[in-house]
């Protein structure tokens, strides 16, 4: 590969990182927004144009802060999770199905299973180094629950590569054209979401920071520029997996104001949930996974196996 090939590739990346990030900033405006007139209120409004600028004083605050960190820590480890956790929340990005070049992934849904269960460590080591007794019972807890729930976003994702024919996600706007997998596949679409939520830690799943019995979890000890990059992880994560719905579900077309429309409601969905719904208790959140999502998606894995085995066996 040339040199010039190289330095478009890194440019081309650290574009699409941009905004990714600027994007994590709206989101979170909107969420203060959304939850303000949720709760009867404003939100942010006083700086810039209805509060506009807020996300960026909120960045410039965060970073300026003086950094804290526990003296019996490990610190290493406890200084680069949130470093990884932000870099691997965006690296999740670049199987973003574009027809032409920033990276050619033909497995990128493999890709994207391998980047999540990384993710699964940053928040363990999070935890653990903080070397704080609450920050390790909040990242268990994180690392059980995720945990539990990829097994059923894996299986549906097999699922949806039997229908598709393949791992890349341009195929599934392809099979879109004419009608949405949300159609077809509508109990799917339910488990999915749910599984999202649980995935990145949202209301009703937010285990990993229950202010009420863990004083916010793993990243209790952190504080200025740690938390920060925690924080734009898990926004930067809530953000592809609204991504990953609409291309799996909603017939995304990247080129089209439509695909924008749709992962904006999406992400307003997360939102409206948080706003609504009460946290679940733990052992039911484990009881959901195991004994109501994993069967669902089992039986859905087995159906459209056996689907595509009658209709190859019809073919030939």
Known sequence: MQFNDVTLLLLEGLILFICVLVGVAFLTLLERKVLGYIQIRKGPNKVGYCGVVQPFSDAIKLFTKEQTFPFTSNYLPYYFSPVFSLFISLLIWSVMPFYFGIYNFELGLLFFLCCTSVGVYTVMIAGWSSNSIYALLGGLRAVAQTISYEVSLALILISFIFLSNGYDLVMFYLYQDLIWFMFITFP??????????????????????????????????????????????????????SMLFVVLFLGGDFYSFLFIIKLVAVSFLFIWIRGTLPRYRYDKLMYLAWKSFLPISLNYLIFFSGLKIMIISFLI
């Open 188 to 241: 799917l679409m339910i488990v999915w979401f749910a599984s999202c939520l649980a995935e990145t830690n949202r209301t009703p799943f937010d285990f990993a920071e229950g202010e009420s019995e863990l004083v916010s979890g793993f990243n209790i000890e952190y504080s200025s520029g740690g938390f920060a990059l925690i924080f734009m992880a898990e926004y930067s994560s809530i953000l592809f997996m």
